[in-house]
């Protein structure tokens, strides 16, 4: 395999915020799934710095907190380090090792997903990268609970991807075809891992959990991600879901080929659901109306998302309503349980 060439060959285009969260605000159940490294955070030179900011961490505490949402962190990183990371957000689901282990909503434990697969590659592969990383000034090896990874955040650009793709090719002649694992490339680094699972597989899972029965089937599904082992959770939405219900994004230039439907140039605008507030306080008076209106008015709401948003002028009460009683008046601080 040639890194240089691995991808899909289309280019996604830049993404319609504005009209991404119009498809938000109208679902009443929605799958939102995030890569943690370089989509969540920016990448930074030591992977344990990559620490979420106090902006990204309150967007995933509030999207988290909605009833209508579940929300997922898959990542490549272990259990520990998501653990200390988010493992406070009780609402939060967690994948770790791209897929091998999940920790649902609400939960302490972490459940295997792996089974009995044989794991006994692990020493051969951690040899091959300790050579390379005696032979790199700044890399390092890491074995977690399943995957073993290669990374040279520190190495200079150019010489990292060359040892990279020398040790890639050494792993595909000496262990990939004899065991049932497969290399990954990622940004500065090399992971070898099992082959009967990866973040498509997990997304497939949560997905399929909720076809069970009619009505709980997401409306929306957001998947975000920023490398090749996110390319398999946008592949697996395309196979599994109907297109118009998903918004797949890849976090990076607009010149890289994806198989997501839209890009982001930024790690920074990954949570862009974490709405404005006066969209917000536009959502909160639509509760309240939905709250008390009749099915005509219902559906006149639905009708008019996109005018109403988009022509919105500030928090103004419509004295019009609140005759009617369709409103009731606006709190002074709007509720963040309403995204
Ligand atoms: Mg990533």
């Known amino acids: ?95 770790a090792e791209h897929g091998c282990f999940i920790r649902k909503p609400h939960s302490d434990s972490w459940e295997s997903l792996i089974g009995q697969t044989d794991l006994t590659w692990q020493t051969e592969v951690t ?36 040892l990279a793709q020398e040790c890639l090719n050494l792993l595909e002649e000496t262990v990939v075809g004899k065991r049932s694992v497969v290399v990954m490339p990622g940004k500065a680094n090399l992971e070898v891992r099992p082959t009967c699972v990866n973040k498509g597989s997990v997304v497939t899972r949560l997905v399929d959990e909720n076809l069970i029965a009619p009505g709980r089937q997401y409306g929306y599904i957001l998947c975000a991600g920023d490398d090749h082992t996110d390319e398999d959770m946008f592949r697996a939405l395309q196979r599994d879901v109907p297109t118009e219900r998903i918004c797949t994004i890849t976090v990076g230039p607009t010149s890289k080929r994806s198989a997501a439907k839209w890009s982001i140039p930024n790690p920074a605008e990954t949570l862009f659901l974490d709405l404005p507030p006066r969209i917000r306080h536009l959502l909160w008076q639509r509760q309240q109306k939905s709250a008390t209106a009749n099915a005509f008015f219902k559906r006149r709401h639905i009708a008019h998302d996109m005018r109403d948003i988009q022509e919105y002028p500030g928090p103004k009460v419509n004295t019009k309503e609140m005759a009617l009683g369709l409103t009731t008046p606006l709190p002074t601080t709007v509720p963040g349980s309403t995204m």
């Not at 040639?2 to 969260?21: A, C, N």
């Not at 505490?61 to 209508?68: E, K, Q």
Request: glycine share 6%; net charge negative.
């Open 127 to 162: 040899k091959v990268f300790q050579r390379f990383t005696a032979r790199t000034k700044g890399s390092f090896t890491e074995r977690k609970r399943v995957a073993v990874t290669w990374h040279y955040p520190q190495a200079d650009p150019e010489e990292g991807a060359h």
């Open 1 to 95: 395999m040639d890194i240089s060439v691995f991808g899909q060959p289309e280019i996604s285009p830049v993404l319609d915020s504005e009209k991404l969260r119009l498809q938000y605000c109208e679902a009443e159940k929605r799958l939102l799934v995030f890569d943690y490294d370089g989509t969540l955070t920016p990448l930074v030179k030591n992977p344990e710095e990559a620490t979420l900011s106090t902006q990204a961490l309150h967007s995933i505490t509030t999207l988290s907190a909605d009833p209508r949402n579940s929300v997922w962190i898959v990542s490549g990183r272990d259990q520990k380090f998501l653990h200390e990371q988010v493992g406070h957000i009780p609402e939060l689901g967690l994948s």
